[in-house]
């Protein structure tokens, strides 16, 4: 495995791989790696035979006031999970080489990015869709992997993929949980010992909500109202958002059906966190 710095060495490789006839499998992360990031690698590892991880956290994803500073970073444990998981490219690179002086060019996905963590986070995804088609473009993949954890990312991203005519395949991943039901989130060590236990609240309503959809409740409004209160009888939630949307479009439903799913961001404490589930799932 070789870690690569350097943005043209790293696309004059991918480019001769192509050139050599290999499929390259790509997974695009800010780092921190967890277990939900080894399952996207193991499962490009077995799709293509170059599989490149980049590891960037992407500063114009980020808002104003929110973790940009702060958000975790190892590289050498995240090496050490990426070698054991059959990556043979890390693609690390500089903010200044990415986004060099007089950088001017942004990709923006319209519609589906005004709801949801769209509304709380604007700008968010212009950063997101932005990165990503650099990486793209830089990584050459035949196709790249996703989190459903990310549920609104991974649709603007296949919306961006297939408006721009971009040649990857878009794949989606299922979400990796904790033992006990948490989504695995690079974000969650910002928990304190208290505050993670407050933070099964996201799983529980996720749950919640099922048992209610598969006892015959139909109406969007009632369940969101019995998922907000179990959110809000945790001291110190609040909630950004609770919304029941049709999978593709992410248009609000109000009568829920086999293809509604339900997306919930809540703060927990100062940390915020996302989560979603297909209603008619067991989580
Ligand atoms: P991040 O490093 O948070 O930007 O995430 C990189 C990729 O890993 C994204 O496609 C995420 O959706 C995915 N991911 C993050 N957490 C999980 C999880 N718990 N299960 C599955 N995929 C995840």
């Known amino acids: 495995?070789?870690?690569?710095?350097?943005?043209?060495?790293?696309?004059?490789?991918?480019?001769?791989?192509?050139?050599?006839?290999?499929?390259?499998?790509?997974?695009?992360?800010?780092?921190?790696?967890?277990?939900?990031?080894?399952?996207?690698?193991?499962?490009?590892?077995?799709?293509?035979?170059l599989l490149v991880l980049s590891i960037f956290v992407n500063p114009t994803q980020f808002g104003q006031g929110e973790d940009f500073e702060s958000y975790p970073r190892d590289l050498s444990s995240d090496a050490a999970l990426a070698e054991a998981a059959g990556v043979d490219l890390i693609f690390a690179p500089e903010a200044q080489q990415m986004y060099p002086r007089g950088y001017a060019t942004y990709v923006d996905v319209e519609g589906l990015t005004d709801t949801l963590c769209g509304r709380s986070r604007p700008g968010h995804f212009r950063g997101v869709t932005t990165v990503v088609c650099k990486l793209f473009t830089i990584v050459q993949p035949h196709l790249a992997l996703f989190g459903c954890k990310d549920f609104q990312q991974l649709a603007v991203i296949r919306r961006m993929t297939a408006d721009l005519n971009l040649p990857v395949e878009i794949v989606g991943m299922p979400i990796v949980r904790e033992a006990d039901g948490l989504a695995m989130s690079s974000r969650n060590v910002y928990l304190s010992p208290?505050?993670?236990?407050?933070?099964?609240?996201?799983?529980?309503?996720?749950?919640?909500?099922?048992?209610?959809?598969?006892?015959?409740?139909?109406?969007?409004?009632?369940?969101?109202?019995?998922?907000s209160a179990r959110i809000l009888s945790e001291p110190d939630a609040l909630i950004d958002y609770i919304q029941i949307c049709q999978k593709d479009s992410l248009e609000d439903q109000s009568v829920v059906g086999r293809d509604s799913v339900l997306l919930l961001a809540v703060k927990i404490g100062k940390t915020r966190l996302i989560d979603n589930n297909y209603l008619f799932e067991e989580v």
């Open 1 to 49: 495995m070789q870690i690569i710095t350097d943005l043209n060495q790293m696309q004059q490789r991918c480019l001769a791989a192509r050139e050599q006839g290999r499929r390259i499998a790509f997974v695009p992360t800010m780092g921190y790696l967890h277990a939900g990031h080894r399952s996207l690698l193991e499962e490009g590892r077995k799709r293509g035979d």
């Open 194 to 227: 208290e505050e993670r236990t407050r933070a099964l609240a996201l799983v529980d309503a996720l749950r919640l909500a099922a048992r209610l959809a598969h006892g015959g409740e139909r109406s969007a409004a009632a369940i969101i109202e019995a998922v």
